[in-house]
């Protein structure tokens, strides 16, 4: 008995020592990484260098033009896949509503975008038949398919504000109106982070958007219900890369103009 208990006592002894020195010894280290800035310092890989345009909006160094005000080589017709019939005059896109909603050749999955719009000055027409354009962040078919960042003159004008511009058409109400006048230019500035679906069609992680509309954040990283719907709820279908297409919208008001169209695939 007397054995077992000198045992327990060395051995509780044993265990307190063990704690305190692996407590001294914790200590330590801590105090050795807050001592060596270089522990928590990264070298390499080095990001690649980029040469930012010349001012805020010119495209960077490792842009994708799509549009630079001299032609619509990187555009198709969305219905028949046919050259892009837009009219480009004066360094300016403006849409062709006869001819429907153009798209990109190439296709992309996550992407920086940069774009810029104007309504006309002499615009007519009142809710979503004013000025009423949009931005499809992902082309999933014909039509208006897929994901709209919606394009529209509410500089007063009302409409529903799922529906205004800024917003993810009918999912997403922009965080604030910061339209310019008919008749200046605007910009839109997205990250596009697509859907990824699993091989069994579901979705794996959903597609997100973050917009700067004149500068105004106006979706803060929103993360997409599905595709856009004008009638019933936003759904996903899977899909891979696809192209960015631009609404030529039915209405009758004046045709909206585009100009300085890029892309960083990301
Ligand atoms: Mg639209």
Redesign the pocket.
Known sequence: MMQLACSSVHRTLFLSAFSLLAGTTLVRAQADSLDDHKLTEIYTPVPPVVTPGAKLGDAPSDAVILFDGKNLDQWVTVADGSPAKWDVAKDILTVSKTSGNIQTKQTFSNYQLHLEYRIPSNITGED?ARG???VFLASTGKG?AGY?L???DNYNNKTYTNGQVGSI?KQSVPLANACRKPGEWQTYDIVWTAPVFGTDGTVASPARATVFHNGVLVQNNFELKGQTRYRGKPYYQAHGASPIKL?A?GDKSEPVSFRNIWVRPL
Request: aromatic content about 8%; charged content about 15%.
């Open positions: 979503q009423n354009s949009g208006d709209e919606q394009i529209l058409y609404q919208h």
